[in-house]
């Protein structure tokens, strides 16, 4: 075991993690300031449901895992398939239904409409990339899963700041 290479992965870890509440924590500040506490109120609710409808997998992200350390990156192509035909059949009826039972809670938000549809789309397009996330991690991608979530943090909070610059409503933390 290569101790530098070990300790740069625990690096990159932290590093993602760290990246992602930091993020976190700036755009609950943003959403507070900008839109205030009840459109905070909304997007929390708003953006728990859209996390909810991205676990949407029903864990055969975690079968694909399993599935590569037994066969390698053959065997798990099935297990992929798999996996994207029940996100696809389950996925869109539960992101209907989410945003449907929303959209009463929400009404009065300005810009939640479009929030709710919004979030949903970005659910389902996570929930879908959950079973790639797999199979690239079980090939040893950990370092470009890494850097590609740290652009994203880095992309979606400026996307945000520019967003609620331009509109200040709560389609702009939705995106």
């Known amino acids: ?32 300031r900008v839109l205030g506490p009840s459109a905070l109120g909304a997007w929390t609710l708003l ?8 676990l949407s997998d ?5 079968a694909i895992y399993r599935v590569w350390a037994k066969g390698g990156a053959g065997a798990a192509r099935s297990a992929v398939a798999t996996s994207l035909y029940v ?4 996925g869109p009826v539960a992101a209907l239904l989410s945003g449907l039972s929303l959209e009463s809670a929400l009404s009065g938000v300005a ?10 789309g970005s659910a389902l397009s996570q929930a879908w990339m959950q079973p790639l996330r797999a199979v690239a991690l079980s090939g040893g991608a950990v370092e470009g899963l890494a850097r590609a979530r740290l652009a994203g943090v880095v992309v979606q909070l400026a996307v945000c700041i520019g967003a ?3 509109g200040g409503t709560l389609w702009a933390p939705a995106l």
Do not use: C, D, P, Y
Request: hydrophobic share 55%; charged share 10%; aromatic share 4%.
């Open 47 to 54: 953006g728990t449901t859209a996390f909810l409808l991205g």
């Open 58 to 62: 029903l864990g055969t992200s975690s």
């Open 111 to 120: 810009g939640g409409q479009a929030a709710i549809w919004l979030g949903m």
């Open 87 to 90: 996100m696809s059949r389950v």
């Open 164 to 166: 609620l610059w331009l």
């Open 1 to 32: 075991m290569n101790l530098g290479k070990e300790l740069g992965r625990v690096t990159q870890t932290v590093g993602r993690h760290l990246a992602g509440v930091v993020s976190g924590v700036a755009m609950v500040a943003l959403v507070a």
